[in-house]
Each structure stands twice: as structure tokens, then as C-alpha cells.
């Protein structure tokens, strides 16, 4: 658009960012969704493999004991190891070798990625 002074105005109006904002939306989830796909593929699971919990990086979320359909992982109290949280424990997760099956969704669920999948 040209104002009256003769300059181009390149402001950018609202549908036209939206526009934009959908379509970089979109470009990033392909993105992400790949590159999850990719990482999802690396994940080696199976009767010889069993899932383990990093207890570090565990914040006891229970995603994993939702996600398991084997009943393979339990949650148990630790002290707190933050002086500046006002909560006396803290949760993390363990899982349970025998019935685990090796199928890693628990690995894929995990927010903090603290599950990995080891050699039975
Ligand atoms: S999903 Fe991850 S962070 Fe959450 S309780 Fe399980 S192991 Fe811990
Ligand atoms: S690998 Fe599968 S069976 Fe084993 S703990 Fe994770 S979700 Fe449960």
C-alpha cells in the first residue's frame, strides 16, 4: 500500500499475520512430527529389552504408569531434595522387571525423557 506522502507502507495487517502464523504453525508440527518419528524409531524395545528410569531426571509426573498396560511401573516417595520446595517428598517412578514386555511407551510418554530401554 502506498500512503499519501508516496511511501510504501508495509504494515502488515491481521489476516494477513494469521495467515502467515497458521502457515509456520503447520510448518513447524511436519517438522516436529518427523523428527519425533525419527526419534520414536531409534527406540530399540522387545521381549530382550526392559524399560529404565533415570531417577534424576524422574519429577513423578505418573505419565509412564498411565501409559503402561502392563502394570510394570510404580511410583515410590524419596525425600525431598529441593530446600526451597515446602513439600516433604518427592515421587519417582520404578519399574517393575517381570512384567514389563519391552514395549516402550512409557519411554515415549515421558516428558523428561528419564525412560530408556536397556538390554534385559
Ligand atoms: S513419566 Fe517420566 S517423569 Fe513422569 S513419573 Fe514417569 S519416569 Fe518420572
Ligand atoms: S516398556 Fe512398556 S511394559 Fe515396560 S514399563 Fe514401559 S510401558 Fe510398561
Redesign the pocket.
Known amino acids: 500500500m502506498q500512503t499519501a506522502c508516496g511511501i510504501m507502507n508495509y504494515m502488515t495487517d491481521i489476516p494477513d499475520l494469521l495467515e502467515r502464523r497458521a502457515a509456520e504453525q503447520s510448518r513447524i508440527r511436519i517438522m516436529l512430527n518427523s523428527m519425533k518419528a525419527e526419534e520414536e524409531a531409534k527406540i530399540i ?1 522387545g521381549e530382550d ?3 529404565w528410569v533415570k531417577e534424576e531426571q524422574c519429577i513423578g509426573c505418573d505419565q ?1 504408569t498411565i ?7 510404580e511410583l515410590y516417595d524419596t525425600p525431598m531434595a529441593s530446600p526451597i520446595m515446602d513439600i516433604e517428598v518427592n515421587r519417582k517412578a520404578r ?2 522387571r517381570d ?9 515415549l ?1 515421558c516428558p523428561t525423557d528419564a ?1 530408556i ?1 536397556i538390554d534385559r
Open positions: 524395545g529389552r526392559v524399560a509412564c501409559v503402561c498396560d502392563d502394570d510394570a511401573i519399574i517393575l512384567p514389563c514386555t519391552g514395549c516402550k511407551l512409557c519411554v510418554g525412560i530401554m
